[in-house]
Protein backbone atom coordinates (compact mmCIF):
# COMPACT_ATOMS: atom_id res chain seq x y z
CA UNK A 1 0.00 0.00 0.00
CA UNK A 2 1.76 3.51 -1.19
CA UNK A 3 -0.93 5.78 0.84
CA UNK A 4 -2.41 5.76 3.85
CA UNK A 5 -6.46 5.49 4.44
CA UNK A 6 -8.04 7.78 6.56
CA UNK A 7 -11.19 10.10 6.84
CA UNK A 8 -9.98 13.30 8.32
CA UNK A 9 -12.23 15.33 10.25
CA UNK A 10 -12.54 19.05 8.66
CA UNK A 11 -15.53 20.37 10.31
CA UNK A 12 -15.70 23.65 10.48
CA UNK A 13 -11.81 23.51 9.99
CA UNK A 14 -9.93 26.38 7.42
CA UNK A 15 -8.70 24.44 4.48
CA UNK A 16 -7.11 25.92 1.72
CA UNK A 17 -7.36 25.66 -2.39
CA UNK A 18 -5.48 27.37 -4.40
CA UNK A 19 -6.65 27.95 -8.08
CA UNK A 20 -10.29 29.16 -9.41
CA UNK A 21 -11.45 27.03 -12.33
CA UNK A 22 -13.48 24.27 -13.31
CA UNK A 23 -10.94 21.55 -10.93
CA UNK A 24 -10.66 23.82 -8.22
CA UNK A 25 -14.83 24.45 -8.14
CA UNK A 26 -14.92 20.45 -8.02
CA UNK A 27 -12.55 19.90 -5.10
CA UNK A 28 -14.43 23.21 -2.86
CA UNK A 29 -17.33 21.29 -3.35
CA UNK A 30 -15.86 18.14 -1.78
CA UNK A 31 -14.26 19.59 1.50
CA UNK A 32 -17.88 21.76 1.87
CA UNK A 33 -19.81 18.61 1.25
CA UNK A 34 -17.43 17.64 4.27
CA UNK A 35 -18.47 20.92 6.08
CA UNK A 36 -14.49 22.59 5.85
CA UNK A 37 -14.51 26.28 6.03
CA UNK A 38 -12.80 27.13 2.67
CA UNK A 39 -10.75 29.64 1.38
CA UNK A 40 -10.10 30.32 -2.49
CA UNK A 41 -7.03 32.18 -3.44
CA UNK A 42 -6.81 33.24 -7.32
CA UNK A 43 -6.12 35.93 -9.58
CA UNK A 44 -9.66 35.16 -11.12
CA UNK A 45 -12.67 33.36 -10.59
CA UNK A 46 -15.43 31.40 -12.58
CA UNK A 47 -19.17 31.68 -12.23
CA UNK A 48 -19.67 29.16 -9.67
CA UNK A 49 -17.20 30.23 -7.19
CA UNK A 50 -17.99 33.65 -7.46
CA UNK A 51 -21.65 32.96 -6.50
CA UNK A 52 -20.10 31.15 -3.55
CA UNK A 53 -17.98 33.72 -2.26
CA UNK A 54 -20.56 36.25 -3.11
CA UNK A 55 -23.12 34.49 -0.61
CA UNK A 56 -20.07 34.24 2.07
CA UNK A 57 -20.01 30.18 1.51
CA UNK A 58 -16.43 30.63 0.91
CA UNK A 59 -13.58 33.05 1.90
CA UNK A 60 -12.12 34.58 -1.31
CA UNK A 61 -8.64 36.34 -2.31
CA UNK A 62 -8.40 37.74 -5.53
CA UNK A 63 -4.40 37.42 -5.67
CA UNK A 64 -1.73 35.41 -6.61
CA UNK A 65 -0.62 32.66 -4.09
CA UNK A 66 1.56 33.38 -1.22
CA UNK A 67 3.01 30.84 0.96
CA UNK A 68 1.65 32.88 4.53
CA UNK A 69 -2.22 31.28 2.94
CA UNK A 70 -0.87 28.20 4.68
CA UNK A 71 -0.22 29.87 8.25
CA UNK A 72 -4.47 28.71 8.95
CA UNK A 73 -4.99 26.13 6.35
CA UNK A 74 -5.25 22.17 8.36
CA UNK A 75 -4.46 21.32 4.17
CA UNK A 76 -4.73 22.58 1.15
CA UNK A 77 -5.58 21.83 -2.78
CA UNK A 78 -3.77 23.14 -5.60
CA UNK A 79 -5.85 22.94 -8.66
CA UNK A 80 -4.48 25.86 -11.42
CA UNK A 81 -3.04 24.99 -14.40
CA UNK A 82 -0.02 26.66 -14.03
CA UNK A 83 2.40 23.80 -13.07
CA UNK A 84 4.83 26.23 -10.97
CA UNK A 85 2.56 27.27 -9.53
CA UNK A 86 1.10 24.23 -8.43
CA UNK A 87 4.78 23.45 -7.52
CA UNK A 88 4.89 26.48 -5.40
CA UNK A 89 1.97 25.06 -3.49
CA UNK A 90 3.44 21.94 -2.68
CA UNK A 91 6.78 23.31 -1.57
CA UNK A 92 5.25 25.67 0.88
CA UNK A 93 3.05 23.19 1.94
CA UNK A 94 5.90 20.53 2.33
CA UNK A 95 7.79 22.87 4.30
CA UNK A 96 4.93 23.34 6.54
CA UNK A 97 4.49 20.03 6.58
CA UNK A 98 0.56 20.45 5.66
CA UNK A 99 -0.64 17.88 3.84
CA UNK A 100 -1.20 19.07 0.38
CA UNK A 101 -3.02 17.69 -3.18
CA UNK A 102 -1.77 18.99 -6.83
CA UNK A 103 -4.26 17.89 -9.10
CA UNK A 104 -2.86 15.67 -11.96
CA UNK A 105 0.36 15.55 -10.27
CA UNK A 106 0.73 12.48 -8.00
CA UNK A 107 4.73 13.30 -7.69
CA UNK A 108 3.67 16.53 -5.90
CA UNK A 109 1.20 15.38 -3.86
CA UNK A 110 1.43 14.24 -0.10
CA UNK A 111 -2.55 13.14 0.36
CA UNK A 112 -4.42 12.05 -2.80
CA UNK A 113 -8.15 12.52 -3.11
CA UNK A 114 -10.13 9.17 -3.45
CA UNK A 115 -13.26 8.15 -5.45
CA UNK A 116 -16.02 8.70 -3.11
CA UNK A 117 -19.38 6.92 -2.71
CA UNK A 118 -21.29 8.94 0.13
CA UNK A 119 -23.99 7.08 1.74
CA UNK A 120 -23.75 9.40 5.31
CA UNK A 121 -22.53 8.16 7.61
CA UNK A 122 -21.39 5.51 5.63
CA UNK A 123 -18.58 6.42 3.08
CA UNK A 124 -16.89 4.22 0.69
CA UNK A 125 -13.31 5.58 -0.85
CA UNK A 126 -11.49 4.16 -3.33
CA UNK A 127 -8.18 4.87 -4.94
CA UNK A 128 -5.97 3.52 -7.49
CA UNK A 129 -2.77 5.81 -5.85
CA UNK A 130 -3.10 7.79 -8.71
CA UNK A 131 -2.12 5.23 -11.19
CA UNK A 132 -5.66 4.70 -12.86
CA UNK A 133 -7.90 7.28 -11.81
CA UNK A 134 -10.72 6.06 -14.08
CA UNK A 135 -10.14 2.41 -13.28
CA UNK A 136 -11.22 3.67 -9.40
CA UNK A 137 -14.04 5.59 -10.76
CA UNK A 138 -15.71 2.76 -13.08
CA UNK A 139 -15.52 1.22 -9.60
CA UNK A 140 -17.04 3.57 -7.66
CA UNK A 141 -19.75 3.41 -10.36
CA UNK A 142 -20.55 -0.35 -10.18
CA UNK A 143 -20.43 0.20 -6.35
CA UNK A 144 -23.06 2.62 -6.69
CA UNK A 145 -25.42 0.35 -8.61
CA UNK A 146 -24.93 -2.27 -5.50
CA UNK A 147 -25.04 0.00 -2.58
CA UNK A 148 -29.17 1.23 -2.09
CA UNK A 149 -28.99 5.03 -1.49
CA UNK A 150 -31.12 4.06 1.84
CA UNK A 151 -27.38 2.75 3.27
CA UNK A 152 -27.06 5.88 5.23
CA UNK A 153 -30.44 5.94 6.40
CA UNK A 154 -29.80 2.37 8.35
CA UNK A 155 -26.23 3.57 9.07
CA UNK A 156 -28.04 6.28 10.99
CA UNK A 157 -30.37 3.81 13.14
CA UNK A 158 -27.49 1.58 13.58
CA UNK A 159 -25.48 4.66 14.76
CA UNK A 160 -28.35 6.10 17.19
CA UNK A 161 -28.61 2.45 18.61
CA UNK A 162 -24.84 1.73 19.43
CA UNK A 163 -24.61 3.10 22.91
CA UNK A 164 -27.69 1.56 24.11
CA UNK A 165 -26.10 -2.02 22.17
CA UNK A 166 -23.16 -1.51 23.82
CA UNK A 167 -24.48 -1.58 27.75
CA UNK A 168 -26.73 -4.71 26.36
CA UNK A 169 -23.59 -6.84 25.10
CA UNK A 170 -20.71 -6.74 27.35
CA UNK A 171 -18.74 -9.39 25.00
CA UNK A 172 -17.84 -7.40 21.39
CA UNK A 173 -18.68 -10.99 20.24
CA UNK A 174 -22.18 -11.08 21.45
CA UNK A 175 -22.31 -7.14 19.75
CA UNK A 176 -21.43 -8.07 16.53
CA UNK A 177 -23.35 -11.22 16.27
CA UNK A 178 -26.14 -8.76 17.36
CA UNK A 179 -25.68 -6.41 14.72
CA UNK A 180 -24.79 -8.64 11.88
CA UNK A 181 -28.63 -10.51 12.47
CA UNK A 182 -30.18 -6.49 12.71
CA UNK A 183 -27.92 -5.18 9.64
CA UNK A 184 -28.21 -8.64 7.49
CA UNK A 185 -32.56 -9.16 8.51
CA UNK A 186 -35.65 -7.99 7.94
CA UNK A 187 -35.10 -4.86 10.72
CA UNK A 188 -32.59 -3.70 7.58
CA UNK A 189 -35.24 -4.52 4.91
CA UNK A 190 -37.43 -2.17 6.27
CA UNK A 191 -35.01 0.46 6.54
CA UNK A 192 -34.29 0.06 2.61
CA UNK A 193 -37.85 -0.03 2.08
CA UNK A 194 -38.38 3.06 3.61
CA UNK A 195 -40.48 1.38 6.92
CA UNK A 196 -38.28 3.05 9.17
CA UNK A 197 -40.78 3.66 12.27
CA UNK A 198 -41.52 -0.06 11.96
CA UNK A 199 -37.51 -0.89 11.49
CA UNK A 200 -36.71 1.32 14.28
CA UNK A 201 -39.80 -0.93 16.42
CA UNK A 202 -38.48 -3.81 15.53
CA UNK A 203 -34.57 -3.02 16.80
CA UNK A 204 -36.04 -2.28 19.83
CA UNK A 205 -37.92 -5.53 20.23
CA UNK A 206 -35.05 -7.54 19.50
CA UNK A 207 -32.85 -5.64 21.76
CA UNK A 208 -35.54 -5.94 24.63
CA UNK A 209 -35.24 -10.20 23.59
CA UNK A 210 -31.98 -9.88 25.99
CA UNK A 211 -29.98 -11.92 24.08
CA UNK A 212 -28.29 -12.17 20.68
CA UNK A 213 -29.68 -15.22 19.70
CA UNK A 214 -33.05 -14.74 19.23
CA UNK A 215 -34.25 -15.95 15.77
CA UNK A 216 -35.13 -13.11 13.77
CA UNK A 217 -38.58 -12.55 12.80
CA UNK A 218 -39.39 -14.09 9.11
CA UNK A 219 -40.73 -11.98 6.45
CA UNK A 220 -41.73 -12.37 3.18
CA UNK A 221 -40.50 -10.69 -0.31
CA UNK A 222 -43.21 -10.41 -2.86
CA UNK A 223 -41.06 -9.71 -6.22
CA UNK A 224 -41.83 -9.48 -9.57
CA UNK A 225 -38.32 -11.32 -11.93
CA UNK A 226 -39.82 -9.19 -15.02
CA UNK A 227 -40.55 -10.88 -18.39
CA UNK A 228 -37.53 -13.63 -18.69
CA UNK A 229 -34.57 -11.90 -19.33
CA UNK A 230 -32.44 -11.12 -16.37
CA UNK A 231 -30.85 -8.02 -17.14
CA UNK A 232 -34.47 -6.41 -16.82
CA UNK A 233 -34.44 -7.32 -12.57
CA UNK A 234 -34.54 -4.24 -10.49
CA UNK A 235 -31.31 -3.80 -8.07
CA UNK A 236 -33.68 -4.48 -5.00
CA UNK A 237 -35.26 -7.86 -6.41
CA UNK A 238 -31.05 -9.00 -6.94
CA UNK A 239 -30.34 -7.95 -3.38
CA UNK A 240 -32.97 -9.54 -2.00
CA UNK A 241 -32.74 -12.92 -4.26
CA UNK A 242 -29.38 -13.07 -2.88
CA UNK A 243 -30.37 -12.63 1.02
CA UNK A 244 -33.54 -14.38 1.01
CA UNK A 245 -33.20 -18.08 3.03
CA UNK A 246 -35.94 -19.66 0.76
CA UNK A 247 -37.14 -18.60 -2.91
CA UNK A 248 -40.95 -19.70 -3.72
CA UNK A 249 -41.31 -19.86 -7.61
CA UNK A 250 -43.80 -20.81 -10.42
CA UNK A 251 -43.14 -21.38 -14.02
CA UNK A 252 -42.73 -18.06 -15.31
CA UNK A 253 -39.78 -17.62 -13.76
CA UNK A 254 -36.56 -18.34 -16.14
CA UNK A 255 -33.91 -20.34 -15.00
CA UNK A 256 -31.62 -17.87 -15.74
CA UNK A 257 -33.35 -15.76 -13.53
CA UNK A 258 -33.22 -18.42 -10.52
CA UNK A 259 -30.15 -19.03 -11.17
CA UNK A 260 -29.27 -15.59 -9.50
CA UNK A 261 -31.04 -16.41 -5.55
CA UNK A 262 -28.44 -17.17 -3.26
CA UNK A 263 -26.71 -20.62 -3.77
CA UNK A 264 -27.72 -22.06 -0.67
CA UNK A 265 -31.42 -20.50 -0.47
CA UNK A 266 -33.99 -23.66 -0.38
CA UNK A 267 -36.14 -23.50 -3.58
CA UNK A 268 -39.76 -24.46 -3.49
CA UNK A 269 -41.33 -25.12 -6.94
CA UNK A 270 -45.24 -24.16 -6.69
CA UNK A 271 -45.84 -24.74 -10.14
CA UNK A 272 -49.12 -23.26 -12.24
CA UNK A 273 -48.63 -24.08 -15.52
CA UNK A 274 -52.78 -23.66 -17.26
CA UNK A 275 -54.14 -26.85 -16.54
CA UNK A 276 -51.58 -27.86 -14.12
CA UNK A 277 -51.47 -26.28 -11.15
CA UNK A 278 -48.86 -27.74 -8.99
CA UNK A 279 -50.03 -26.08 -6.12
CA UNK A 280 -53.27 -24.74 -5.33
CA UNK A 281 -53.33 -21.14 -4.63
CA UNK A 282 -54.71 -21.14 -1.06
CA UNK A 283 -51.75 -23.86 0.01
CA UNK A 284 -48.94 -21.33 -1.81
CA UNK A 285 -50.87 -18.76 0.75
CA UNK A 286 -50.33 -20.74 3.61
CA UNK A 287 -47.03 -22.19 2.80
CA UNK A 288 -45.66 -18.73 2.53
CA UNK A 289 -46.75 -18.14 6.17
CA UNK A 290 -45.75 -21.17 7.41
CA UNK A 291 -42.43 -20.82 6.03
CA UNK A 292 -42.06 -16.95 7.44
CA UNK A 293 -43.02 -18.11 11.08
CA UNK A 294 -40.33 -20.64 10.98
CA UNK A 295 -38.15 -16.95 11.37
CA UNK A 296 -37.13 -17.61 7.15
CA UNK A 297 -36.76 -14.96 4.63
CA UNK A 298 -39.08 -15.87 2.06
CA UNK A 299 -38.55 -14.67 -1.66
CA UNK A 300 -41.64 -15.09 -3.38
CA UNK A 301 -40.52 -14.75 -6.92
CA UNK A 302 -42.99 -13.77 -10.00
CA UNK A 303 -42.78 -13.76 -13.34
CA UNK A 304 -43.33 -10.06 -14.58
CA UNK A 305 -45.14 -7.57 -12.21
CA UNK A 306 -46.54 -9.30 -9.21
CA UNK A 307 -49.64 -6.97 -9.09
CA UNK A 308 -50.37 -7.51 -12.54
CA UNK A 309 -52.39 -10.94 -13.53
CA UNK A 310 -49.80 -12.10 -10.66
CA UNK A 311 -52.28 -13.02 -7.91
CA UNK A 312 -49.63 -11.02 -5.36
CA UNK A 313 -52.55 -8.94 -3.72
CA UNK A 314 -54.38 -12.59 -2.98
CA UNK A 315 -50.87 -13.82 -1.18
CA UNK A 316 -50.49 -10.32 0.51
CA UNK A 317 -53.66 -10.42 1.94
CA UNK A 318 -53.11 -13.76 3.93
CA UNK A 319 -49.72 -12.38 5.35
CA UNK A 320 -51.23 -9.43 6.38
CA UNK A 321 -54.19 -11.26 7.92
CA UNK A 322 -51.33 -13.29 10.30
CA UNK A 323 -49.26 -9.70 11.14
CA UNK A 324 -46.29 -11.39 8.82
CA UNK A 325 -43.92 -8.51 7.50
CA UNK A 326 -43.83 -8.07 3.61
CA UNK A 327 -42.50 -5.85 0.99
CA UNK A 328 -44.04 -5.92 -2.79
CA UNK A 329 -41.16 -5.24 -5.16
CA UNK A 330 -42.56 -4.30 -8.56
CA UNK A 331 -41.26 -5.84 -11.78
CA UNK A 332 -41.22 -5.32 -14.84
CA UNK A 333 -44.65 -6.73 -16.46
CA UNK A 334 -45.00 -8.96 -19.73
CA UNK A 335 -46.87 -5.72 -21.57
CA UNK A 336 -43.84 -3.04 -21.23
CA UNK A 337 -40.97 -5.89 -21.32
CA UNK A 338 -42.57 -7.80 -24.31
CA UNK A 339 -43.83 -4.23 -26.38
CA UNK A 340 -40.19 -2.59 -25.59
CA UNK A 341 -38.03 -5.73 -27.29
CA UNK A 342 -40.69 -6.61 -30.19
CA UNK A 343 -40.39 -2.58 -31.05
CA UNK A 344 -44.32 -1.73 -30.74
CA UNK A 345 -44.92 0.97 -28.47
CA UNK A 346 -47.84 0.94 -26.90
CA UNK A 347 -49.25 4.49 -26.83
CA UNK A 348 -48.13 6.21 -30.10
CA UNK A 349 -49.57 9.90 -30.63
CA UNK A 350 -50.85 9.33 -34.58
CA UNK A 351 -52.45 5.46 -33.24
CA UNK A 352 -53.06 5.13 -29.76
CA UNK A 353 -54.12 7.09 -26.74
CA UNK A 354 -54.96 4.62 -24.20
CA UNK A 355 -54.01 1.00 -23.50
CA UNK A 356 -55.55 -1.73 -21.61
CA UNK A 357 -54.21 -5.18 -20.10
CA UNK A 358 -56.67 -8.01 -20.43
CA UNK A 359 -56.74 -11.74 -19.26
CA UNK A 360 -57.16 -13.96 -22.32
CA UNK A 361 -57.79 -16.58 -20.19
CA UNK A 362 -60.96 -18.55 -20.88
CA UNK A 363 -63.27 -20.91 -18.82
CA UNK A 364 -64.71 -23.83 -20.62
CA UNK A 365 -63.81 -22.15 -24.24
CA UNK A 366 -65.71 -19.15 -23.50
CA UNK A 367 -63.97 -15.40 -23.70
CA UNK A 368 -64.93 -14.46 -19.95
CA UNK A 369 -64.09 -10.96 -20.21
CA UNK A 370 -66.29 -7.97 -21.67
CA UNK A 371 -64.77 -7.11 -25.02
CA UNK A 372 -67.55 -4.81 -25.51
CA UNK A 373 -65.76 -1.83 -23.59
CA UNK A 374 -62.05 -2.76 -25.18
CA UNK A 375 -62.61 -3.18 -28.61
CA UNK A 376 -62.15 0.70 -29.44
CA UNK A 377 -59.91 2.53 -32.05
CA UNK A 378 -57.11 4.56 -31.18
CA UNK A 379 -56.40 2.11 -27.82
CA UNK A 380 -53.85 -0.68 -27.48
CA UNK A 381 -55.17 -4.06 -26.23
CA UNK A 382 -52.30 -6.10 -24.87
CA UNK A 383 -54.27 -10.20 -23.67
CA UNK A 384 -52.51 -12.12 -21.81
CA UNK A 385 -52.61 -15.46 -21.65
CA UNK A 386 -53.93 -15.44 -24.81
CA UNK A 387 -52.46 -18.15 -27.24
CA UNK A 388 -55.10 -20.88 -26.55
CA UNK A 389 -57.98 -18.51 -26.72
CA UNK A 390 -56.60 -16.54 -29.67
CA UNK A 391 -58.90 -17.53 -32.50
CA UNK A 392 -61.88 -16.65 -30.23
CA UNK A 393 -60.51 -13.27 -28.88
CA UNK A 394 -59.68 -12.24 -32.67
CA UNK A 395 -63.25 -12.97 -33.60
CA UNK A 396 -64.94 -11.48 -30.58
CA UNK A 397 -63.08 -8.32 -31.16
CA UNK A 398 -64.02 -8.36 -34.55
CA UNK A 399 -67.68 -8.96 -33.37
CA UNK A 400 -67.40 -6.29 -30.98
CA UNK A 401 -66.55 -2.96 -33.51
CA UNK A 402 -62.84 -3.86 -34.73
CA UNK A 403 -62.11 -4.46 -37.97
CA UNK A 404 -60.59 -7.91 -38.79
CA UNK A 405 -57.62 -5.82 -40.82
CA UNK A 406 -56.87 -4.36 -37.64
CA UNK A 407 -52.82 -5.17 -37.35
CA UNK A 408 -51.83 -7.87 -34.49
CA UNK A 409 -49.06 -9.66 -32.89
CA UNK A 410 -48.01 -12.78 -30.87
CA UNK A 411 -45.05 -12.58 -29.27
CA UNK A 412 -43.46 -15.69 -27.64
CA UNK A 413 -41.32 -15.61 -24.73
CA UNK A 414 -40.62 -12.04 -25.26
CA UNK A 415 -37.19 -10.19 -23.78
CA UNK A 416 -35.52 -13.47 -23.64
CA UNK A 417 -33.22 -14.94 -26.92
CA UNK A 418 -35.84 -17.32 -27.49
CA UNK A 419 -38.38 -13.89 -28.82
CA UNK A 420 -40.31 -14.65 -31.95
CA UNK A 421 -42.75 -12.05 -33.39
CA UNK A 422 -45.58 -12.93 -35.24
CA UNK A 423 -47.80 -10.19 -37.05
CA UNK A 424 -50.81 -10.29 -38.86
CA UNK A 425 -54.55 -8.95 -38.19
CA UNK A 426 -57.29 -9.96 -36.39
CA UNK A 427 -58.11 -12.28 -39.19
CA UNK A 428 -55.17 -13.67 -40.23
CA UNK A 429 -53.37 -14.04 -37.14
CA UNK A 430 -54.69 -16.82 -35.47
CA UNK A 431 -53.26 -18.92 -38.44
CA UNK A 432 -50.20 -17.41 -38.42
CA UNK A 433 -49.31 -18.55 -34.66
CA UNK A 434 -50.44 -21.92 -35.63
CA UNK A 435 -47.87 -22.12 -38.82
CA UNK A 436 -45.36 -20.78 -36.35
CA UNK A 437 -45.90 -23.59 -33.55
CA UNK A 438 -45.70 -20.91 -30.76
CA UNK A 439 -45.02 -21.91 -27.28
CA UNK A 440 -45.69 -19.81 -24.18
CA UNK A 441 -45.60 -17.79 -22.59
CA UNK A 442 -47.24 -15.55 -25.40
CA UNK A 443 -48.65 -11.78 -25.44
CA UNK A 444 -50.66 -10.44 -27.65
CA UNK A 445 -50.87 -6.92 -28.67
CA UNK A 446 -53.70 -5.69 -30.81
CA UNK A 447 -54.16 -1.88 -32.39
CA UNK A 448 -52.42 0.18 -35.00
CA UNK A 449 -49.32 0.49 -33.15
CA UNK A 450 -48.31 -3.27 -34.32
CA UNK A 451 -47.79 -1.39 -37.32
CA UNK A 452 -44.79 0.25 -36.13
CA UNK A 453 -43.19 -3.32 -35.48
CA UNK A 454 -41.46 -3.09 -39.07
CA UNK A 455 -39.35 -0.02 -38.66
CA UNK A 456 -38.34 -0.55 -34.92
CA UNK A 457 -37.68 -3.76 -34.16
CA UNK A 458 -34.33 -3.60 -33.05
CA UNK A 459 -33.94 -7.34 -30.54
CA UNK A 460 -32.53 -9.79 -32.89
CA UNK A 461 -32.48 -13.00 -31.04
CA UNK A 462 -31.21 -15.10 -33.51
CA UNK A 463 -28.22 -12.93 -33.24
CA UNK A 464 -27.42 -13.91 -29.59
CA UNK A 465 -27.90 -17.80 -30.88
CA UNK A 466 -24.85 -19.63 -29.42
CA UNK A 467 -23.83 -17.28 -26.55
CA UNK A 468 -24.03 -18.73 -23.24
CA UNK A 469 -27.27 -16.79 -22.44
CA UNK A 470 -30.11 -19.15 -22.40
CA UNK A 471 -33.08 -17.98 -20.88
CA UNK A 472 -35.43 -20.75 -21.61
CA UNK A 473 -38.48 -20.64 -20.10
CA UNK A 474 -40.36 -23.69 -18.85
CA UNK A 475 -43.28 -24.23 -20.86
N1 LIG B 1 -47.36 -11.14 -13.58
C1 LIG B 1 -47.00 -11.37 -14.95
C2 LIG B 1 -48.11 -12.00 -15.73
C3 LIG B 1 -48.51 -13.37 -15.27
S1 LIG B 1 -49.75 -14.09 -16.28
C4 LIG B 1 -46.56 -10.07 -15.59
O1 LIG B 1 -46.70 -9.00 -15.02
O2 LIG B 1 -46.02 -10.13 -16.71
C5 LIG B 1 -48.81 -15.02 -17.40
C6 LIG B 1 -48.87 -14.43 -18.78
O3 LIG B 1 -47.96 -13.35 -18.91
C7 LIG B 1 -48.45 -15.37 -19.87
O4 LIG B 1 -49.49 -16.25 -20.22
C8 LIG B 1 -48.14 -14.41 -20.99
O5 LIG B 1 -49.31 -13.95 -21.59
C9 LIG B 1 -47.53 -13.26 -20.24
N2 LIG B 1 -46.05 -13.31 -20.28
C10 LIG B 1 -45.22 -13.31 -19.23
N3 LIG B 1 -43.93 -13.31 -19.64
C11 LIG B 1 -43.94 -13.28 -20.98
C12 LIG B 1 -42.94 -13.24 -21.99
N4 LIG B 1 -41.64 -13.24 -21.68
N5 LIG B 1 -43.33 -13.21 -23.28
C13 LIG B 1 -44.62 -13.21 -23.60
N6 LIG B 1 -45.62 -13.24 -22.69
C14 LIG B 1 -45.30 -13.26 -21.39
Sequence with gaps: ????????????????????????????????????????????????????????????????????????????????????????????????????????????????????????????????????????????ARLETLIPTAYGRLGQLAGAFREQVKKHFIRPADRRIFWEKILQGPVAEMVLAGQDTDAKAALEQALQAESGDTPPRGEVYLVGGGPGNPDLLTFRALRLMQQADVVVHDHLVAPAILELARRDAERIYVGKERNNHTMRQENINELLVKLAKEGKRVLRLKGGDPFIFGRGGEEI????????????????????????????????????????????????????????????????????????????????????????????????????????????????????AVDAQLKPPTLIIVGEVVKLHDKLAWFHPELGEGTSFTASLND
Excluded: W
Design 317 to 432: ETLAANGIPFQVVPGITAASGVASYAGIPLTHRDYAQSCVFVTGHLKDGSVNIDLSGIAKTNQTIVIYMGLLGLPTLCQELVKHGLSNSTPAAIVQQGTTYRQKVVTGTLETLPGL
Design 1 to 140: MDFFPVFLDIKNKPCLVVGGGEVATRKVGMLRQAQANVTVVSPELCATLQELADKGQIEFHRTRFIPEFLDEALLVIAATDDRSVNAEVSAAAKERRIPVNVVDSPDLCSFIMPSVIDRSPIVVAISSGGAAPVLARNLR
